[in-house]
């Protein structure tokens, strides 16, 4: 495709002008728009000179923040800008404000008071959720029951009270452990009934502490019905309510981005965290149990990964899916990298986006640890669009260096001319578009 000779389409924004809001962005308010094909250089003659008259002219392109807009003056430097940039870009946007009417600066701030009160109108109306039920509480706000205020329980607080309301008993169990670790007392759960259950002092021949919950079938949720919330024991430094499956659930996150968490660290840090003791054993049985559930996951998501592959390539046969394995030490296939580039995303991008795109890597906290590469294009009217992306386990020239050779074969970007690549430029990312796309603009 040449640049060199074709037209160009101009969005003409005429008979609004602009404003600036209290944060200091700009709008261009008011008027009308209407799209123009014509050659770049041709733009001045293409419209008639009554439209000119008193008028002054800004242009910017699609991709440019309206801060970014820059004079327009035929016959001057700024027009062979303009021009220069529209062959490249294919789209320019134009606004027009007659100067005698808004005369620039002033007009901007009572405009921007105007625009605020309104926002402020605007606020005051929807502040009201008019499909609110006043009468039906939603079951996870605080009530009252027979005059007894129901106190609904926040989560990571550590606060155990009577009349306290769980919409389920793993709520209830979560709030026991974190009474627990927040403390440091001692406490043990007794025996869960389907309906009932409850805990009490976990030290030998301990307290009166106690606390008891059940299931209220009115109110559809688990209520704490007695509490003798005083120890009157002493701690001991431990918590029989630290048991495995709450190790685990504690370092699951942990031990999935760093698999070498030790079961001694693992113990170090339940001391650090919650002065409570927890035994080797334990920690190493929860390390088993974590990396088990861990590895299980991964055997799970990498088998779903590859019927989506299947899933995609069986819709749509023009669109791309990579998915790399490399074998482990037991002769397994596990993951490596992921590219996917749809057929419609090709398609679209070919015939709607600017030969510019974004491209960033970011960490993913999800299931499995990895990063996502991304490559962002913006149509004409500066939607965002995701075009290709790759998960990989790291961010680095060798990844960048795969994601831009696929990129290229996607969308035929060849060395890189008449492109605009924007990232981060971080350095393997760099390294990577230099030798890939080397006639790229970054
Ligand atoms: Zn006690």
Request: aromatic share 12%.
């Amino acid at each position: 495709m040449s640049f060199n000779d074709c037209e160009v389409t101009f969005s003409v924004f005429s008979g609004g002008h602009w404003v600036k809001n209290h944060s200091g962005d700009i709008s261009y308010i008011g008027g009308e728009s209407r799209s123009i094909d014509c050659y770049p250089e041709a733009f001045f003659t293409t419209l008639s000179e009554d439209e000119f008259a008193g008028q002054k002219v800004w242009y910017k392109m699609p991709f440019e923040l309206l801060h970014q807009r820059k004079l327009l003056r035929n016959g001057e430097q700024s027009f062979h800008n303009m021009v220069e940039a529209a062959k490249w870009c294919g789209v320019v946007e134009i606004f027009m404000v007659n100067e005698v009417e808004h005369p620039v600066e002033e007009a901007f701030y009572e405009h921007a008071e105007e625009e605020i009160r309104v926002e402020r109108n605007v606020a005051g109306f929807v502040d009201e959720d008019p499909n609110f039920d006043y009468h039906n509480t939603p079951p996870n706000s605080d009530g009252e029951e027979d005059g007894v205020k129901l106190v609904r329980w926040k989560k990571g607080i550590g606060e155990l009270k009577l009349n306290q309301v769980f919409d389920t008993l793993e709520e209830f169990k979560d709030a026991l452990v974190e009474y627990s670790l927040k403390e440091g007392w001692n406490i043990k759960q007794n025996p869960w009934g389907k309906i009932k259950c409850g805990a009490i002092c976990g030290v030998e021949d301990g307290c009166l502490w106690r606390i008891y919950c059940s299931y209220e079938e009115h109110l559809g949720k688990w209520k704490v019905k007695t509490y003798e919330d005083v120890h009157t024991c002493f701690k001991d430094g431990r918590s029989k309510i630290l048991k495995k499956s709450v190790i685990v659930k504690l370092f699951l996150d942990e031990i999935r981005t760093y698999p070498e968490y030790r079961p001694k660290m693992i113990q170090d840090q339940i001391q650090q965290r919650y002065n409570l003791i927890a035994t080797y054993d334990q920690c190493k049985k929860a390390k088993e149990k974590t990396i088990s559930i861990i590895n299980s996951d991964y055997v799970e998501q990498f088998s779903r990964l590859k019927d989506y592959r299947n899933a995609i390539l069986e819709q749509n046969k023009e669109s791309t899916v990579v998915l790399e394995t490399v074998p482990n030490d037991d002769g397994n296939e596990i993951f490596r990298r992921f590219y996917v580039c749809f057929e419609a995303m090709k398609n679209a991008w070919t015939m709607w986006c600017r030969p510019v795109f974004g491209v960033d890597g970011c960490f993913m906290k999800c299931t499995l640890k990895g990063q996502l590469l991304a490559a962002v294009g913006k149509d004409a009217n500066n939607g965002m669009y995701p075009f290709a992306w790759a998960v990989v386990d790291v961010e680095n020239e060798e990844n960048w260096t795969w994601f831009f050779k696929l990129l290229k074969a996607d969308f035929n970007l060849q060395q890189g001319q008449h492109y605009t690549i924007i990232s981060d430029r971080q350095k393997g990312l760099l390294n990577a578009v230099q030798n890939e796309l080397p006639h790229i603009e970054h």
